[in-house]
Each structure stands twice: as C-alpha cells, then as structure tokens.
C-alpha cells in the first residue's frame, strides 16, 4: 500500500506455484484516515500480509506504519527499490509472469499514463520487490490452504 497525505492506494497480489503474480484487486480512497483504510484493507483478508510505501522521514515512515498495526495491519515498511522495481515489474510483464485483472481499472490506468510515481505503480513495485513475504492462507481447522500466496 501507498500513503500519501492526499490518499492510500493498495493492490493485492496472488503468486501461483510457477511463480505467475496476479494481480487481482485494488483499493483506492482519496481521503487518508488510517481506520477507514485498514478497515478496507482487512475486509480482503485480514490474514494477508503487506508492505507500506511512505514518503517522508524514517521517524515520520515508522510512525505510519505503528499507526496501521495498532489498526491491526500486518504491515513491513517497503525498502526503497528505486529503479529495481520499476525493472522487475518490466521484466515480469515482458516474461508473462505479471498478469493484472481487467477489473483494476485504477492501476490500468496508471500504467498506461505510464507515471513511474503514481499510487498503483508505486504499490506494485513494492509488491515485486518484497514479493518473498507472500504467503499462503492459513489452513483452518475446516478447509484446506489455498494454492497461491497472496499479498497486499
């Protein structure tokens, strides 16, 4: 997810066993109140970890992300990929191995102004660059684990 002071932006991804990313939902609010978000967050699995992206100060990009982990976020403050994630995403999508719903018209749209800093671009860098935290859904005492790792 990405936090601005004008908005949050947040994508979901699933990793299938071949390595395949999928994006497959997103999150938009232009109004940037912590609890509103994570409750929207938590609302596509509460389970799924994620990476928090913030411009700003280490001491301003820590205290964020304490504020959405009291909200209950399972949240890592994204390292700063810099241009290693703008090439892993290039290098997914030109492998196949990154596929995006038709349905996350927020990101398609971002992506085909091609602004290497909007929300959604900065979100999925973050995805790529941390995609080693994807995990596969709990087992629950009555189901079985799902089959791709996801995360947000």
């Known amino acids: 997810m990405v936090v601005t002071p004008k908005a949050v932006a947040a994508l979901w991804g699933a990793r299938d066993p071949s390595g395949t990313i999928f994006l497959y939902t997103e999150?938009?609010?232009?109004?940037p109140e912590p609890s509103q978000n994570a409750r929207a967050l938590q609302a596509q699995g509460a389970w799924i970890p994620g990476v928090l992206n913030v411009e700003g100060s280490q001491a301003d990009r820590y205290s964020i992300a304490h504020m959405y982990r009291q909200l209950g976020l399972n949240i890592q403050i994204a390292?700063?990929?810099d241009d290693a994630g703008v090439y892993q995403v290039l290098q997914l999508l030109a492998s196949n191995k990154l596929k995006v719903f038709a349905s996350l018209s927020g990101f398609l749209a971002e992506y085909r102004i091609g602004d290497e800093q909007s929300g959604f671009l900065l979100c999925c860098q973050s995805l790529i660059v941390s995609?080693?935290?994807?995990r596969t859904r709990p087992v629950s005492r009555t189901g079985a684990a799902a089959t791709c790792s996801l995360w947000r």
């Open 27 to 31: 999150h938009f609010f232009s109004h």
């Open 79 to 81: 390292t700063q990929a």
């Open 131 to 134: 995609r080693d935290r994807m």
